[in-house]
C-alpha cells in the first residue's frame, strides 16, 4: 500500500523555525517528484513548493522564496520543508504529495499520493 506520512508541524512562535518531514513507503519514492501544499481555514489548498527526483529543479511559491527549503534524502525515502522566519499566515495544515516522474510540478492535479497532513500554527 503506497503511503506518505508527514510529521513535524506544531506550535511556534512568528520568527520561529520548523522541519516538516514525509516518509513515502514503497514505490511511491522512487523516480518521483514530491510537492508541499498547503491549506488554512476557509481557504483553498496552495501550493508551496516542489522538488524533482533529482533534486536539482526546485520551485517555490513567492510568499516562502527565501524563508522555506524544500530537500530530499532519495536513500531514506524522505522530503523535507524546512520552514524559518515563520509568519502566522503560514498557518495551515501541510500536505506531503508524491508524483509519478521525475519533474517537478506546482499543479496539485499533477500529484498522485497525498499525505494526511501535519498542523502548523504560528502565533503572533
Known amino acids: 500500500q503506497v503511503q506518505l506520512v508527514e510529521s513535524g508541524g506544531g506550535l511556534v512562535q512568528a520568527g520561529g523555525s520548523l522541519r516538516l518531514s514525509c516518509v513515502a513507503s514503497?514505490?511511491?519514492?522512487?523516480?518521483?517528484?514530491m510537492g508541499w501544499f498547503r491549506q488554512a481555514p476557509g481557504k483553498d489548498r496552495e501550493f508551496v513548493a516542489t522538488?524533482?527526483?533529482?533534486?536539482?529543479?526546485?520551485y517555490y511559491v513567492d510568499s516562502v522564496k527565501g524563508r522555506f527549503t524544500i530537500s530530499r534524502d532519495n536513500a531514506k525515502n524522505t522530503a523535507y520543508l524546512q520552514m524559518n522566519s515563520l509568519k502566522p499566515e503560514d498557518t495551515a495544515v501541510y500536505y506531503c504529495?508524491?508524483?509519478?516522474?521525475?519533474?517537478?510540478?506546482?499543479?496539485?492535479?499533477?500529484?498522485?499520493?497525498w499525505g494526511q497532513g501535519t498542523q502548523v500554527t504560528v502565533s503572533s
Open positions: 514503497g514505490r511511491t519514492f522512487s523516480g518521483s517528484a
Open positions: 522538488i524533482s527526483w533529482t533534486g536539482g529543479v526546485t
Open positions: 504529495a508524491a508524483k509519478r516522474g521525475w519533474g517537478a510540478s506546482v499543479e496539485a492535479d499533477d500529484y498522485d499520493y
